[in-house]
Structure formats: structure tokens, C-alpha cells
Antibody
């Protein structure tokens, strides 16, 4: 059974750093791209970027390039989303999702990680 | 970036009604248009991929059509569990942008 399990909710202060994780199981982790998607409170879905765990090739949305870092460790089948300096506007739910590789849709999703940033 | 525009942004309909949501891309995305359903407190779930292919396990009252720039999601007979927010998403080229969503509410 394919599963993407994300790390737990985080409460942080502005300026702090953070790395959240998405652990995959039930399939060949290097073979499928993993994306990160943001959902701000009461808002829609925004695509942050995507990584190929096999070779760590990464593509960022221009809106988020330089704001976050996406990485992966194929030895432990885990993808990461990282911030060096959080802002209050980073407060959101963050989802990881697996990209189906023939028709380019997100077939499996993590349960989400809620990130709250407040002074 | 390819912009995805959904309409309407909200919709009120009764059980048993047929409803249609549209999604327009800012350039041709051929068949690479996907539809997701999201219920409160849950991750999105794919309903339709490649414009018209029904994801395994999704009821047949859901259908999709279109190609190029214009696409539709149709629910043939609304059921209570269909009240949710629906998003389109293009898989043609990264960034794989989403539409802004359509909130479907009970009338």
C-alpha cells in the first residue's frame, strides 16, 4: 500500500528555521517525483515545487524559488521542505504528493503538516 | 506559468442535481488536466486525470471532458458526500498550477 506520512504540526516564531518531512512507503521511492503544495487558511492550493528523489533534480515555482528548499534522502525514502527564516505569511498547511509519471497527476497525498508562525 | 481559471468560485445545488464546473487554461495543455476533491480537514483526492479518465474507486457520477484550453467536471446526480471544494490542476508543464477552487454547497 502506497503511503506518504508527514511530520507533525509545528509552531514557530518569525525568523526561525524549519524542516518538515514526508516519508514514503509501498513503492519505489526514487521512481516518482514528489511535490509540495501549500494551502493557506481558507484558501486554495499552491504548487511550491517538485523533486525527483532518484537524482535530486528539483523544479521550483517561480513564486517560491529562494523562499523554500526541497530535498530528498532516498536512503530513507523521505522528502523534505525547508525554510531558513520563517515569516508569519508562511502559516499554512503543507502537503506532499506523489506525481503519477505517465499522466502527470498527484495520485497519493500526505496527510498535511500545519505550520504556524507567530511572535 | 500556465494560469488556470475555474468557474464558478462557489455553487449551491440540491441533492440529485447535475452540476458542471469549468476550468480554462491560459494556453493549450492538450489533455493534461486533472480534477481533485477536497473536504474540510482532509488532503485533496484525485477524481479525474488526463481530462476524462476516472480514477479507480471514484463513483461514475463524476465525469470530465475537454482538451486544449477548456475543460469541464460534471457530477450527474449530487449526493450528500459530494459537498466539498473542487480544484483543477494542469500537468502539462511545471509549475503544475491549480485553479482557485469551486466550493460546492448544499442548497
Amino acid at each position: 500500500e502506497v503511503q506518504l506520512v508527514q511530520s507533525g504540526a509545528e509552531v514557530k516564531k518569525p525568523g526561525e528555521s524549519l524542516k518538515i518531512s514526508c516519508k514514503s512507503s509501498g513503492y519505489s521511492f526514487p521512481s516518482y517525483w514528489i511535490a509540495w503544495v501549500r494551502q493557506m487558511p481558507g484558501k486554495g492550493l499552491e504548487w511550491l515545487g517538485i523533486i525527483s528523489p532518484g537524482d535530486s533534480e528539483t523544479i521550483y515555482s517561480p513564486s517560491f524559488e529562494g523562499q523554500v528548499t526541497i530535498s530528498a534522502d532516498k536512503s530513507i525514502s523521505t522528502a523534505y521542505l525547508q525554510w531558513n527564516s520563517l515569516k508569519a505569511s508562511d502559516t499554512a498547511m503543507y502537503y506532499c504528493a506523489r506525481l503519477e509519471r505517465r499522466e502527470y497527476y498527484f495520485d497519493y497525498w500526505g496527510q498535511g503538516t500545519l505550520v504556524s508562525v507567530s511572535s | 506559468d500556465i494560469q488556470m481559471t475555474q468557474s464558478p468560485s462557489s455553487l449551491s445545488a440540491s441533492i440529485g442535481n447535475r452540476i458542471t464546473i469549468t476550468c480554462r487554461a491560459s494556453q493549450s495543455i492538450t489533455k493534461y488536466l486533472n480534477w481533485y476533491q477536497q473536504k474540510p480537514g482532509q488532503a485533496p483526492k484525485v477524481l479525474i486525470y488526463a481530462a476524462s479518465s476516472l480514477q479507480s474507486g471514484v463513483p461514475s457520477r463524476f465525469s470530465g471532458s475537454g482538451s486544449g484550453t477548456d475543460f469541464t467536471l460534471t457530477i450527474s446526480s449530487l449526493q450528500p458526500e459530494d459537498y466539498a471544494t473542487y480544484f483543477c490542476q494542469q500537468g502539462y508543464s511545471p509549475p503544475y498550477t491549480f485553479g482557485q477552487g469551486t466550493k460546492l454547497e448544499i442548497k
